[in-house]
């Protein structure tokens, strides 16, 4: 570190010096404020250029107050033993939506800061995130956050971590990241608890991990990788071993947070290549990246392939915009490998994408994603899930479109997804809760204590229940108390039936869901009442129905809009009105044959809330 405080960076820094580890906690916990004092500790950032919240960088995540997307960053640090070490820090989501996410960033660490809020105390999110550290064979070293509050129950808490996690509050630390307190003590933690990165002894060929990527408008793909053996530097050709595609590497660097060349990545470093990759179909999150000649190393262990678990029709308003929203969806599935889009066509939206997503909040970034950072402007069709039809001589399709499932006739039987819920809530909420999860079709498997006045209900429900609305009817019925963390848990046989939308007579396939037979009734006068209020009164009367095949299960109309033919009438025989109206009511019957219902985009938006 030089004398005015400015990070200076060394191609050469020893492996014992290097200490690779990830933030991670439930949502709203604090991991970014953490990072932020992290930096400040550091000087890895000037005072006129920090704020708060540094490493959220889209302007979406500062609004909601959520990191959605993982952050590296490379400091330096001056230790107590005077030593520098070269700290790359990874901060990560906390929403379970965002945990694929946290299992890319840990592949890229030895080790794992878990905080915990100290008002709170252990949530679903930080049990998930706790066994995928464990998995990935991280050091974990627990820390109690928000120490400084008068609410802050650090004894209990304590207790929580070593009772309900297992680990061992010895080796832990407790802070204060809006303060500072305690700052000093974790990073000397991380210096003699997160063991340094493991390298091949030379001669090695270099390779690299890739663990994000982001499109740049100018200098195309710029790939963010973890250097596992070997040196990669400006002017190398490499290979990217998955996808097979050659590329000369234009410059090499690190985060501080922001973009710093330097002369190369050496081993056990983090850092971003920019090369002549300009297509991000061409890169791979997950890939191997090696040199282009000589002996093909061994791959290194990738991820798991993500699949997505919710479904969605994405088009574009005006038809004018499809291919500047292919092009948009195919930057943003670069860095978000969880995302995926096929092409598809409707009868009443005309050529979009179905588009895979794995929750409603991840659908939701997306979509305002699109509008902010691609300016398209989308609509967005009913969310579904994946399920298994067997049809008749053993055949099972996957349908993630209602418009795409079989006859009846040939259906044997349908399954749904099914996910495993766990649901930490106070005491007294416990009955509201049970009550939310049967009303939902899922059933209270297991509970076990935390401690006096918490507990953790172990549920299994249909994952097309919890889509919508259920996490915010969690909210409500507990205060704000309760969390939940859910894994999937296969497949389950169930009594579905496909619901459509008819508008005078022609059914919307944009509106088409399938939903349990159960539910159906009630879903079908809820989407009726809604589209009612938001679809625009024409010449003609224009029925709104929902039907399970031709059996029509509610129905709202929407009044003709009516001229008044007899105004300049003022007196005379009736029979010259009844005239003028006869002609009006044929006109009208008419118009209703040929005449089309026009459905603004509000509708499909109404749609979707009147769910809840």
Not at 421 to 428: L, Q, T, V
């Amino acid at each position: 570190m030089s004398a005015d405080g400015a990070t200076v960076f060394s191609m050469a820094t020893e492996l014992s010096r290097i200490r690779n580890y990830c933030i991670i906690a439930h949502i709203d916990h604090g991991k970014s404020t953490l990072a932020d004092r992290m930096l400040q500790m550091t000087h890895s950032v000037e005072d006129r250029d920090f704020r708060d919240q540094l490493l959220d960088s889209m302007d979406l995540e500062r609004e909601r107050g959520i990191t959605i997307k993982s952050h590296p960053v490379t400091m330096q640090y001056q230790a107590l033993d005077g030593m520098v070490y070269e700290f790359n820090l990874i901060d990560t989501p906390g929403h379970v939506d965002f945990s694929y996410e946290v299992s890319r960033s840990m592949a890229a660490c030895e080790g794992a800061v878990l905080l915990v809020d100290a008002s709170q105390g252990v949530e679903a999110q930080t049990v998930a995130n706790a066994y995928l550290a464990a998995e990935n064979n991280l050091e974990i070293i627990p820390v109690i956050n928000k120490i400084d509050l008068p609410v802050a129950k650090v004894e209990e808490v304590s207790h929580q971590i070593e009772e309900v996690l297992g680990i061992d509050m010895g080796q832990g630390a407790l802070v204060s990241a809006r303060t500072g307190a305690g700052i000093r003590e974790l990073m000397e933690r991380i210096v003699r608890q997160v063991p340094p990165p493991k390298t091949e002894p030379a001669p090695c060929p270099a390779r690299a991990l890739v663990f994000d990527s982001v499109y740049d408008a100018f200098r195309g793909v710029v790939v963010y990788v973890r250097v596992v053996d070997g040196h990669v530097r400006a002017g190398d050709r490499v290979r990217m071993l998955g996808t097979g595609t050659v590329a000369e590497i234009k410059e090499v660097g690190f985060f501080t947070p922001k973009f710093k060349p330097a002369q190369a990545l050496g081993p056990g470093q983090v850092g971003y290549i920019v090369s002549t990759i300009k297509e991000p179909r061409e890169v791979r999150i997950g890939d191997t990246i090696s040199g282009a000649s000589g002996p093909v190393p061994q791959q290194l262990p990738g991820f798991k392939n993500i699949h997505p678990m919710v479904f969605s029709g994405i088009y574009p308003v005006d038809t004018v915009d499809y291919e500047k929203l292919k092009a948009s969806l195919g930057k943003l599935s670069l860095n978000d490998s969880a995302f995926s889009f096929t092409p598809e066509s409707s009868v009443a939206l005309g050529f979009g994408f179905r588009c895979g997503f794995l929750g409603l909040l991840h659908l939701e970034i997306i979509q305002e994603r699109l509008r902010r950072e691609y300016d398209v402007d989308i609509i967005s069709t009913y969310p579904a899930v994946v399920y298994h039809v067997a049809l008749e001589g053993g055949e099972i399709v996957n349908v993630d479109n209602p418009t795409h499932l079989p006859d009846q006739s040939r259906i044997e039987f349908i399954e749904e997804p099914m996910i495993k819920a766990f649901i930490i809530c106070m005491n007294e909420n416990i009955g509201d809760i049970m009550r939310l999860v049967m009303d939902r079709r899922g059933e209270v498997e297991k509970t076990d204590t935390l401690d006096v006045r918490r507990v953790m209900l172990t549920c299994r429900m249909p994952l097309n229940e919890i889509l919508v609305d259920f996490n915010d009817y969690l909210k409500s019925v507990s205060h704000g108390y309760a969390s939940m963390d859910y894994e999937h848990s296969g497949y389950a046989q169930s009594d579905l039936v496909k619901l459509d939308i008819l508008l005078n007579g022609e059914c919307v396939d944009a509106f088409s869901c399938l939903i349990h037979r159960s539910k159906a009734e009630s879903r079908g006068r809820q989407m009726c009442a809604a589209l009612k209020e938001v679809i625009p009164a024409h010449m003609f009367a224009v029925p709104i129905q929902a039907a399970i095949g031709k059996t029509v299960i509610a129905r709202e109309t929407i009044k003709a809009l009516r001229k008044d033919v007899t105004a300049k009438c003022y007196g005379g025989d009736i029979t010259r009105k009844r005239k003028l109206l006869e002609r009006q009511k044929e006109g009208k019957k008419r118009m209703k044959q040929v005449g089309k219902v026009s459905v603004p985009q509000e509708a499909f938006i109404s749609v979707l809330k009147s769910g809840s």
